[in-house]
């Protein structure tokens, strides 16, 4: 019974002690923090005492004021990495988190819809896309996932049914000069006629605002996995496109973009299909390079026009049907449309357009002509 007693006596002045440090820390820091104030008031570009202040900042929760001493040591030491780094992530702490989403529904007439050039087919579809962005602080990283999806229906040819959907999500990084890199792992899949279409995985790199050069450059890479019953073999994909706005061209309110692009794909199509499946379904082993060029006005706060012209030139690596050597494809597409925004109520936008196609192919079989007509509602949220 002693020896208990004797333990209790020994471990109750250590627990006492421990207790006490527990509770005399916070205080401690709480004096460190306001000395440190206190001596940056007397010498605000002092570097180290500015980090420090910022750590205990941090520590403390107050990251407004781990923002601004992040911001003296920057002006002192333009080329200090660890406030570089500092300030990044108070930066993506105070930042609220963003969701923005947009939702369409619509109907489409194509006149040439399975895209052959005889035996034409018109049909009217339905169609969906949704698209929603979001970003928020994660780990101290600005962190943005994007998702979409589409998927339309054919009232005539349901073997062109068609829905695809992807996600993208990664962090944000600031590359300095006004330049955000954000790096996003992705994965997509798609169905055709009720049946799995290809699913992919990728890696997408995309950068905003790129030094002033450009105001977007997106380079996507990965693999595509096609169900053989559509496609001899699977392979890489590519996609490079770049975005540049010009503001004020002819009035203040308009705007004129050029979107370059190159896209790879290193999967061989299966030839000539008994379905009929459209050309532009039929993976091919190809390189393309073209641009799209998009003008738009307002009339008035709600009317919108433009319009856009859509050129590329496409090169396959192999025959894709029979007595073919060599195709080389020549793809324009000029499109106009309407947009009332608001017109329903805010965020409620109705759109309708026109879009000519026309495919050039020293395969004649490829050569095909389409006029598409297409109104839709959108949600804006």
Same mark, same amino acid.
């Given at each position: #019974? ?48 500015? $980090? ?16 601004? =001493? ?54 009217? #579809? ?84 790129? /030094? ?14 096609? @169900? ?62 073209? =641009? ?43 499109? =106009?449309?309407? #947009? ?11 759109? $309708? ?6 495919? /050039?192919?020293? @395969?004649?079989?490829?050569?095909? #002509? ?12």
């Amino acid at each position: #019974m002693r020896s208990k007693w004797y333990l209790k006596a020994l471990w109750l002045p250590a627990v006492l002690v421990a207790l006490a440090l527990v509770v005399a820390a916070p205080a401690a820091r709480a004096d460190e923090f306001t000395r440190l104030y206190s001596q940056i008031l007397r010498d605000p570009q002092n570097v180290s005492l500015n $980090l420090r202040y910022a750590e205990l900042a941090v520590e403390r929760g107050e990251i407004r004021k781990a923002l601004g =001493a992040y911001e003296r040591v920057l002006d002192a030491d333009p080329g200090n990495e660890e406030a570089r780094r500092g300030l990044n992530r108070v930066t993506a702490d105070l930042t609220p988190a963003i969701t923005r989403g947009r939702l369409e529904l619509g109907t489409r007439y194509e006149s040439n819809v399975r895209e052959v050039s005889s035996g034409r087919t018109d049909d009217v #579809m339905g169609f969906a896309k949704l698209y929603v962005s979001d970003e928020r602080s994660l780990h101290g990283h600005r962190w943005r996932s994007d998702v979409s999806a589409y998927a339309d229906v054919h009232g005539d040819t349901p073997s062109l049914d068609y829905w695809h959907a992807r996600v993208h999500t990664g962090p944000l990084f600031d590359l300095g000069g006004g330049t955000t890199l954000h790096v996003a792992p992705s994965g997509g899949i798609s169905f055709l006629d009720a049946d799995y279409f290809y699913s992919e995985a990728a890696l997408r790199l995309v950068f905003e605002q790129l /030094f002033g050069i450009l105001d977007r450059l997106e380079i996507r890479g990965g693999y595509r996995d096609i @169900d053989n019953s559509f496609s001899r073999d699977s392979g890489l994909v590519l996609d490079v496109v770049a975005r540049e706005t010009f503001r004020g061209v002819i009035s203040n309110s308009d705007a004129l973009v050029l979107q370059p692009f190159v896209r790879l794909r290193d999967a061989s199509g299966n030839g000539a299909n008994a379905a009929g499946l459209p050309t532009s379904f039929l993976m091919g082993d190809y390189i393309e390079g073209g =641009a799209r060029l998009m003008y738009y006005f307002y009339l008035d706060d709600s009317i919108r026009l433009g319009g856009r012209f859509t050129a590329w030139y496409r090169d396959y690596d192999q025959n894709i049907t029979l007595g073919t050597t060599g195709r080389e494809d020549f793809y324009i597409a000029p499109e =106009a449309e309407i #947009m009332y925004r608001n017109a329903v109520c805010s965020g409620c936008d109705l759109r $309708l357009r026109y879009r000519y196609e026309q495919n /050039f192919s020293n @395969d004649g079989t490829q050569d095909y #002509m389409n006029h598409s007509i297409i109104a839709s509602g959108i949600r804006r949220f």
